[in-house]
């Protein structure tokens, strides 16, 4: 893989980091210990019993939303450390380069087609 299309694609990635971040940051806080790792405030809408039951429902909901954008953070994080250590763009099953074309649509990917067809990621 050439230097331009790395660059692009670890753009991409930081891009992204920034985005899941920044929406997780909207309604949860991050755990000082742990970078990849947010929890969701409760929301307070106030102390009737439609206003709790709003609340308890608000909060699962968000849960549900802290995990799937936690996954996706913890993707592109490792994406990030691949390309740190060099192992970024090669297939974790065959370890056969990469399609560019699948890496620009989806920068986290870590496997090449005919593996993706084989095993799931
Ligand atoms: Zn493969």
């Known amino acids: 893989m ?3 299309t790395l660059n692009t694609l670890e753009k991409m990635l ?11 940051s909207r309604f949860a806080q ?6 990849e ?11 009737k019993e439609d206003e709790n039951a709003s ?8 849960l549900t939303l802290e995990r799937t954008l936690e996954a996706s953070l913890r993707d592109v994080n490792k ?17 056969k380069p990469i399609d560019e074309k699948r890496l620009m649509a989806r920068a986290t990917s870590t496997s090449c087609i005919d593996c993706k067809k084989l095993f799931t990621e």
């Open 79 to 95: 994406a990030l450390e691949r390309m740190k250590d060099g192992t970024y763009g090669t297939c974790k099953y065959c370890n």
């Open 55 to 62: 609340e308890v429902a608000e909060y699962s909901k968000d």
């Open 14 to 24: 930081t891009d992204e980091k920034a985005k899941l971040e920044e929406e997780l």
């Open 2 to 4: 050439d230097k331009k």
């Open 30 to 35: 991050r755990n000082p210990n742990n970078s």
């Open 37 to 47: 790792d947010f929890n969701a405030d409760f929301p307070q809408l106030g102390d």
